[in-house]
DNA sequence: CAGAAACTTGAGGGGACCCTCAAGTTGCTC
DNA sequence: GAGCAACTTGAGGGTCCCCTCAAGTTTCTG
């Protein structure tokens, strides 16, 4: 990450990344809501440490997640590299969700409602921007249905949030057979009206907030 | 339910009737795992008395959701008799969804796995069974896509089941409109050529059994 | 209506996880 | 290498939920 604010004693600053790569671990598999404890275990330090230098959960979250949301910054720079801005649509889903599956922590965060205040809330709101360019290309090329907004992306991943929670262990491909199915939904000449207006902003940040 | 069991004290009926009354209440509002105490709790009895009734969580609510997967038989008569297959089918999966967005504990029940064993297990079988036929006239009605399977309704509903579960308080149609894509996708002529297989039936199994 | 059987009660032990803090240890500085 | 600040430690108190069981209460039976 930073060079990490000014003085840290060498052996504070081991022990720190010790914690780091433990949780980069541990929230990996079992996911955001991982006991603490097995973080500090795994990272061969006392639990009264991993509180030294993580406060709460979310000061451990954030110091961890931004690093795995750039994975999808390089994403996202592939699907608009792609000349064919629907394919380029399609990769970034792709890309979205493997990142998701590859990690149980990126997951959940992504799934979950986060602080305004949080770097994950702050990663996810620029991830949000750069998603809306994809969107917006994808749409106006005509490939991608005129009635799907940016927004519905956020149904879309806690949909595959689950279906990749569920299903990775047993059947690891089996996320993108049921990506495939809503990606075929997604086309413009699969489109039909629909009742439902999009989420309000209201919603939107409704839904956002706390869990 | 039952006229149960022979010989059931005067007041032991009568609490266990106010235990299947909160359980429902409290299942349909904190899904199915809501504290155990809670529910013994707004019956008015004592938590020894609840272990009594039902020893294990699996049996209390064994006891109430077949109950409530009835609401889904008819919904999968409703769709048998609509004369359009397709219709039908479209039908099927808004009534499920809806039984799921009104209750908790069926949304939680539906999106988990089942010991074979228990009465929900039972009912999840005959249910797919049902859903088979639906399908199958579908499919064969030439509306529905040639490549999707009966089995492909599991990620579909842990998808739903989590859009429900993340959208119903600050928008409760939201799950509507995600639904409307993926059927927009399910369409005979969206369709494009998958290369992901369907679940196995040995990856089927695994996906049903313990959590 | 008495005695026996059926049922209820709630305090309490147990586990998982959270978080704190006083006492001990380590590294840095001069 | 002495002394002080920085850091670590882990036992322990707190919460929430699980489940049990000995003692008390209610219903049923004759």
Redesign the pocket.
Known sequence: MQPQAR??????????DKLLNSAVQVFGERGL??????I?RRA??????????F???QDLVDAILPERLSDLERITAEALADPDPWEGFVRFLGGLFELQARDHGLNDALARRFPDDSAVGAACRRGFAQAEVIVGRARESGRLRADFETRDLVPLMWAMSQVIRESMEAAPEAWRRHLAFVVDGLRADAARTIAVPPLTDDQLEKLMRGR
């Not at 003085?7 to 720190?16: S, V």
């Not at 809501?33 to 097995?38: C, F, G, I, N, V």
């Not at 061969?44 to 230098?53: A, D, E, M, Q, R």
């Open positions: 003085h840290l004693r060498a052996d504070a600053a081991r022990n720190r809501d991982a006991p603490l404890e097995e500090a061969k330090v006392s639990i009264g440490t991993l509180y030294n230098h406060p709460t959960r």
